[in-house]
């Protein structure tokens, strides 16, 4: 979440903190299995889980009245021991807790871990993990104001996520109420990257909270955790896109560029001649028994000027073929030179109809570009054949014409990396709302089964 800066809610931490007092600590023993536990909430502290035996205790009574006992043959570890002390976005939280909650979506268990970190001046703060991932959270008191599937919240607008049913399958450590195992709120998340407002809601109380995404390396910094911290699978609802930084750039450039060819293309056809230079009609006679090239020879047209400095020629050919072509071996000759040109075109075109409706293939007209012709004085040499029948067509030679090709070859190269962080923005996009209420995507049954 490098360069994101963290939103500022009006108010922050539940309950906040009743005196400015240094921070110290309490320890007790557990009346389930003696075990020694250390309070380091102060008197915000509600109920404190047992490491040893699983034992929640209620610290608002006297007796130490246990509140549920859980014994799991399932030892769970948390991955910032409780006590690590650490600065985090600015402040210095100390991990008092730790539990693990649930959802279940179409009978499949989803796990996370949510640690809860103390200051005795700013209040309480969480952190919670699932699957490598991160987010910082704090409570708010403000209420976000609701529009739909979205709400607008501190001049952002998040997007609902998911709704579901989380119930906390594991405590350990101190907490702020009276936690037990089982206990379930009913949680709707709306996300805004790298942001996350959730709100939990259960038969007592409605509670909202905003979560900021973490990458695992600050986490890890931030607590100096020994070894690396699991790594980040798949993609989270807060995750940040990739490229987030970049893109702007890319896309600025892009445009900038794009500026640049326009401008540059339109030069090109401001300043290109497109100058007719020679036309001429021409009429084939075919050999109906041969159905090959016509009795004449090849011939050749009057000279005509090309004009100007070196540049291309356009050859155009248009014929009256119906259902039938014209195929015609073309020599641009320099007068002065000698130099020959050679090209060949076809011009067909056919036409009908089928059970499937009317048809037609080919075109009557056709064009041959020289890129690169001198100046000077020039004539056609043409050899046409064909079938049988007579076949008219025209011939028309253009001096200096303005071409689109390289502009948009220019365009297809630029559109490139825009393109491709599109691509992976948009893959990346899937794969986040895939896991949400509002899939970008939905797999038909047939591609499932595959």
């Known amino acids: 979440m490098d360069g994101d800066q963290p939103l500022e809610p009006a108010s922050a931490g539940a309950p906040p903190p009743r005196a400015r007092e240094a921070p110290r600590i309490h320890t007790l023993a557990c009346p389930s299995c003696g075990a020694p536990l250390t309070v380091r909430g102060l008197l915000q502290t509600e109920s404190i889980a047992c490491g040893a ?43 008092i807790g730790f539990l693990r909650r649930k959802v279940t979506v179409e009978g499949v268990d989803y796990e996370w871990g949510e640690y809860l970190l103390f200051n005795p001046y ?81 038969e007592n109380e409605i509670a909202w909270s905003l979560g900021q995404y973490l990458e695992p390396r600050l986490v890890a910094q931030a607590f100096q955790l020994q070894g690396s911290l699991p790594t980040p699978v798949g993609v989270y609802s807060c995750q940040p896109g990739p490229f987030g930084a970049t893109s702007p750039k890319v896309y600025g450039l892009f445009g900038r560029f794009l500026i640049a060819a326009l401008v540059l293309q339109l030069l090109v056809l401001f300043l290109s001649r497109n ?63 000698g130099n020959a040109y050679d090209f060949g075109r076809e011009v067909s075109y056919y036409f009908g109809s089928d059970g499937d409706g009317a048809w037609s293939e080919g075109t009557r007209s ?10 000077g004085r020039y004539y056609l040499r043409i050899e046409p054949q064909g079938p049988g029948g007579t076949i008219s067509y025209t011939v028309k030679v253009y001096r200096d014409v303005p071409r689109w090709s390289f502009f948009w070859l220019g365009l297809l190269a630029l559109l490139l990396p825009p393109g491709f962080l599109f691509w992976r923005r948009r893959l990346f996009e899937v794969r986040r709302w895939s896991e949400s209420d509002h899939p970008m995507v939905t797999l038909s049954s047939s591609t499932d089964d595959d």
């Open 122 to 202: 700013k209040g309480f703060r969480w952190l919670s993990e699932y699957n490598g991932h991160w987010t910082f959270i704090r409570t708010i008191t403000d209420r976000p104001s609701a529009s739909g599937g979205r709400i607008d919240y501190l001049n952002r607008q998040f997007q609902h996520f998911q709704t579901a049913d989380a119930s906390v399958t594991y405590v350990l450590g101190e907490f702020f109420w009276r936690v037990q195992v089982g206990e379930t709120a009913r949680v709707d998340d709306y996300v805004s990257p790298p942001y996350i407002v959730s709100r939990e809601s259960t």
């Open 275 to 337: 100058q007719l230079v020679y036309q001429g009609h021409f009429a084939y006679q075919g050999d109906a028994a041969l159905r090959l090239t016509s009795g004449d020879a090849s011939f050749v047209t009057d000279v005509f000027d090309v004009p100007g400095r070196t540049a291309n020629v356009v050859v155009r050919t248009d014929a009256d073929v119906s259902n039938s072509w014209i195929y015609l071996s073309f020599a641009l000759i320099s007068e002065e030179t």
């Open 366 to 375: 056709d064009e041959a570009t020289l890129p690169s012709v001198p100046a």
């Open 53 to 95: 035996c699983g034992s929640v205790l209620d610290l608002t009574d006297e007796n130490l009245q246990v509140i549920s006992t859980v014994r799991s043959k399932l030892r769970v570890q948390p991955l910032i021991p409780l006590g690590t002390r650490g600065k985090l976005l600015g402040d210095t939280l100390e991990v």
